[in-house]
């Protein structure tokens, strides 16, 4: 269908990576700024063997002894988990001891990190990974589906679309190729970034994949049923915008929902959009989902089928014409003005 | 042989309503296999809605449309494989070459025509590697009228086609019309060039205000909303309007002294008369005959301008 002409107008491509775009860097910048750059960690390792003396070192933490000057973290070992205090006053750049505690074969939940004033802290790259790979998605449906099928409609091509054989289920079905392809781009880099930072347990292709497929064929069902009727691609086009950012805050990529009150967290969670990004962030950083994987997926697929059938059945070639309220009354008014 | 007395589409008492406004007042409309037939109509008239309903993009608010047999709003099917539409704008895809968009649509029908040949009778051919967003506004035209007949359809329903072609183009654009003619197949287009209407239509229908205003063969309306013709001829002498009205010239009659010759000019209804007269008397020894019959433009625009509130229920004279 459209497909060659989405991947040959780079413009197309841009603005449907574009908020994924930012929201990366953003995250990224995040991390930089609270994990990476700082003072080198020179840690004091206690219970530890030598492997993971090895990996710390490997990963770039300086070893020294209690008492040493210049030290600002102190890493415990005990009962196959990790405790790490870093000095509140001093505070080093941790990512080091993560990826040589991830490298000695410690569970991305085994590990704990505070600081010497009692704050614990938290990798903002790996927090938000699933919120970032959800709306990746959420653009290519919304910014990237929704506002061009408008267009279509608004500049007649959708119109003459209506009357060729061309049916309208086939005709939504094939926005899906390209649109998936496109979605592939930051599901890889997730992915990636996740494989780097070794947040992962083992790469769980099976999860991935399902709460990819999922995920994607229900924000992409989600951004046809958008396309239904609209007519107006300005209009359509700030409302997917708002919609996307939106979607960011209430998947908790702006403020932890921990921080939100109960009412605003069960409201967050209801949302579709909020299943995907938890499920990624799962699959993606072992985070504990508030709903077991299998069933946010189930929600994910039910919510798919029920927006595509939606989707055929709504969508409309030609929304040019105003509808009739009370047809029967008009219908009569005509009759007798002739 | 083609059947030209079938009737491929009836549209009968034909209203449509947007909101408070009445678009259509009851039009009734009959196609004929193999014909083509012409709207013609101010701006607003209501031939582009008409064109819709018949081609099942917009419900009628009353009155019916038949299409085939069938009915265009709710057996889409049935139509869309034997009608073709060609719309008075679209954007096409921007970045995919002429031939790609060609066999994009072709792809929608069961037995499409080939690419090349379609690309070949709109005059595309050398065009086909070029990219849509590269077209002239002729080429992308053609390009439209290319993928309405790609699916090799009964009727063709043309949108104003030979808006801002080229002269060139527009002959190319009847050659196009009456390719679809000679194959059997009846088109229906709206036009406000009253030359193609003239040339190509073998019936029309003028609408005004949502209704048939008018309706037959171009000649036939000619005759019949044109009564006047114009008989203009050369005396060899000085004559006066008196002179020529005591032969038995009826009409409005004007004279002018050109030297020593007098040019003069019959305004009547009856020219075979006034030539007649002119012919047969000796005294007169007039040259330059020269009789011009009403157009199918002074029809248009003295029905436009007349107030369609005058004229029947069904336009018809």
């Known amino acids: 269908m459209s497909g060659k002409d989405v991947l040959r107008n780079p413009l197309t491509g841009f603005s449907m990576l574009f ?20 003072l080198t960690p020179s840690a004091v390792v206690t219970s530890a063997g030598a492997p993971v003396m090895d990996a710390l070192d490997s990963a770039g933490v300086a070893l020294v002894d209690v008492g040493a000057e210049g030290r600002n973290a102190e890493i415990t070992v005990h009962d196959g988990r990790v405790y790490v205090l870093l000095d509140a006053s001093n505070q080093p750049a941790w990512n080091p001891i993560w990826i040589g505690l991830r490298d000695a074969g410690f569970a991305a939940d085994a590990i704990t990190v505070v600081d010497s004033d009692g704050d614990v802290k938290l990798d903002p790259l790996r927090a938000n990974l699933g919120v970032a790979a959800m709306l990746g998605i959420a653009s290519i449906a919304f910014i990237g589906t929704t506002v061009p099928l408008v267009a279509m409609r608004e500049r007649g091509l959708l119109r003459l679309f209506g009357t060729t054989p061309l049916r309208r289920s086939t005709f939504l079905l094939a926005q899906l190729p390209a649109r998936v392809l496109v979605a592939v781009v930051p599901i890889t880099l997730t992915v990636t ?129 105003p509808r009739r309220r009370q047809p029967t009354i008009r219908r009569e008014k005509v009759q007798a003005q002739l | 042989m083609i059947d030209r007395t079938s009737d491929v589409i009836v549209v009968n008492k034909l209203c449509k309503v947007y909101g408070t406004q009445n678009v259509l007042r009851g039009i009734d409309l009959t196609l004929r296999r193999g014909e083509v037939f012409g709207l013609l109509g101010p701006n607003g008239a209501g031939k582009t809605t008409t064109l819709e309903t018949i081609v099942g993009l917009r419900q009628p608010t009353s009155g019916t449309v038949t299409v085939l047999g069938f009915d265009p709003a709710k057996d889409r099917r049935e139509i869309t494989e034997r009608m073709a539409v060609q719309p008075q704008a679209a954007a096409l895809f921007p970045t995919l070459t002429v031939w790609e968009t060609v066999q994009l649509f072709a792809s929608f029908y069961t037995a499409p025509r080939e ?3 379609i690309l070949r009778e709109v005059g595309l051919e050398q065009a086909h590697q070029m990219r849509v ?62 030359d193609e209407a003239t040339q190509m239509c073998d019936r029309l229908a003028i609408i005004v205000d949502g209704r048939v205003a008018a309706e037959g063969e171009p000649e036939e309306l ?96």
């Open chain 1, 19 to 38: 908020m994924f775009a930012t929201i990366l860097v953003i995250y990224v910048s995040m991390w930089l700024s609270f994990t990476v750059l700082g």
């Open chain 1, 193 to 321: 970034i996740a494989v780097w930072q070794r947040y992962l347990d083992g790469l769980d292709v099976l999860g991935l994949g399902v709460t990819f497929l999922l995920g994607t064929a229900m924000l992409l069902s989600f951004g046809l049923v958008f396309a239904a009727r609209s007519r107006n691609a300005e209009a359509t086009q700030q409302s997917m915008v708002m919609l996307t950012i939106m979607l960011v805050f209430a998947s908790g990529g702006l403020l932890p929902a921990s921080i939100l009150p109960a009412v605003i967290q069960i409201a967050m969670n209801c949302l579709p959009t909020t299943w995907l990004a938890t499920a990624a962030s799962a699959t993606l950083t072992g985070s504990e989902p508030f709903f077991p994987l299998t069933v946010l997926w189930a929600l994910m697929a039910v919510t798919a089928a029920c927006a595509a059938g939606m989707a055929a059945r709504l969508f409309e070639w030609d929304q040019s014409e």
């Open chain 2, 115 to 117: 690419t090349a040949d």
């Open chain 2, 133 to 194: 967003k590269h077209l002239s506004g002729g080429q992308e035209r053609r390009l439209l009228i290319g993928i309405a007949l790609i699916g090799n359809p009964e009727i063709l329903v043309l949108d104003e086609p030979s808006a801002g072609l080229n002269p060139s183009a527009r002959r190319k654009l009847w050659d196009i019309i009456e390719g679809q003619r000679k194959r059997g197949g009846t088109v229906l287009l709206s036009t406000h060039h009253m």
């Open chain 2, 222 to 317: 000619i005759r019949q909303y044109s009564a006047t013709a114009t008989v203009t001829f050369t005396v060899p002498r000085p004559v006066t309007s008196t002179d020529l009205a005591e032969l038995g010239l009826v009409g409005n009659i004007t004279t002018t002294q050109i030297g020593a010759e007098t040019h003069a000019r019959v305004v009547t209804e009856d020219p075979d008369t006034i030539l007649r007269k002119i012919t047969f008397s000796p005294r007169l020894d007039a040259h330059d005959y020269r009789v011009q019959r009403g157009s199918l433009e002074d029809v248009f625009l003295d029905i436009s301008n007349s107030n369609p509130s005058t004229k029947s229920s069904t336009g018809r004279p």
